[in-house]
Nanobody
Framework: QVQLVESGGGLVQPGGSLRLSCSASGFTLDYSAIGWFRQVPGKEREGVSCISSSDANTYYLNSVKGRFTIFRDNAKNTVYLQMNSLKPEDTAVYYC?????????????????WGQGTQVTVSS
C-alpha cells in the first residue's frame, strides 16, 4: 500500500524555522517528483516547492525563494522542506505529493499520491 506521511509542522514565531518531512512507504521516492503544496481555508491550494527525480531540478514559489529548501534523503526514503525565516503568511496546512513521472509540475492534479497534511502556524 502506497502511503505518504508528513511530519514536522507546529507553531513557531515569526522568523523561526521548521523542517517538514515527507516519508513514503510502499514505493521508492527517489524515482518520483515530490512536491510540497499548502492550503489555507477559503483559498486555493498552491505549489510551494518541488524536487524532480534524481534531484535534477528544484522549484520554489517566489514568495519562499531564499527561505525554503527542498532536499531528499534516499536512504530514509524521505523528502524534507527546510523552512527558515517563517512569516505569518506561511501559515497553512502543508501537503507532500508524489508524481511517478518524475518531473515537477505546479498542477497538483498531476500528482498521484498525497499525504494527510501537517499544520504550520506562524504567530507570535
Amino acid at each position: 500500500q502506497v502511503q505518504l506521511v508528513e511530519s514536522g509542522g507546529g507553531l513557531v514565531q515569526p522568523g523561526g524555522s521548521l523542517r517538514l518531512s515527507c516519508s513514503a512507504s510502499g514505493f521508492t521516492l527517489d524515482y518520483s517528483a515530490i512536491g510540497w503544496f499548502r492550503q489555507v481555508p477559503g483559498k486555493e491550494r498552491e505549489g510551494v516547492s518541488c524536487i524532480s527525480s534524481s534531484d535534477a531540478n528544484t522549484y520554489y514559489l517566489n514568495s519562499v525563494k531564499g527561505r525554503f529548501t527542498i532536499f531528499r534523503d534516499n536512504a530514509k526514503n524521505t523528502v524534507y522542506l527546510q523552512m527558515n525565516s517563517l512569516k505569518p503568511e506561511d501559515t497553512a496546512v502543508y501537503y507532500c505529493a508524489a508524481r511517478r513521472l518524475g518531473y515537477c509540475s505546479e498542477n497538483g492534479f498531476r500528482y498521484e499520491y498525497w499525504g494527510q497534511g501537517t499544520q504550520v502556524t506562524v504567530s507570535s
